[in-house]
Nanobody, 119 residues
Framework: QLQASGGGLVQAGGSLRVSCAASGRTFGRYALGWFRQAPGKEREFVAA????????RYADSVKGRFTISRDNAKNTVYLQMNSLKPEDTAVYYCAAGGLGGDIRLYDYWGQGTQVTVSS
């Protein structure tokens, strides 16, 4: 089970960190990803991290602004979002099972947390 949290309202240029806590003793075996979905748009890949944390991948739209990390001792994955833009506004979902942008790689999904960036 994945539980996302930390969303909120922030002004453009600001920062926000969202978290995703997972249950289960095999957390460290899974690659994890963040996706987002804006109203009227398809869900899109944001970032992913390998089970050990040694490999990360990002969508071009967030490279240099967002950082994905994980703490396997706490069964938690984070997405630090800096220099936020209004176009980053979306519901952010964490997912487990894949390391990449193909949504079909991911087997488990959290419920999402809303991030709103005001201009």
């Amino acid at each position: 089970q994945l539980q996302a949290s930390g969303g909120g309202l922030v002004q453009a240029g600001g920062s926000l960190r969202v978290s995703c806590a997972a249950s289960g003793r095999t957390f460290g075996r899974y690659a994890l990803g963040w996706f987002r979905q804006a109203p009227g748009k398809e869900r899109e890949f944001v970032a992913a991290i390998s089970g050990s944390g040694g490999i990360t991948r990002y969508a071009d739209s967030v490279k240099g602004r967002f950082t994905i990390s994980r703490d396997n001792a706490k069964n938690t994955v984070y997405l630090q979002m800096n220099s936020l833009k209004p176009e980053d506004t979306a519901v952010y979902y964490c997912a487990a099972g894949g390391l990449g942008g193909d949504i079909r790689l991911y087997d488990y999904w959290g419920q999402g947390t809303q991030v709103t960036v005001s201009s």
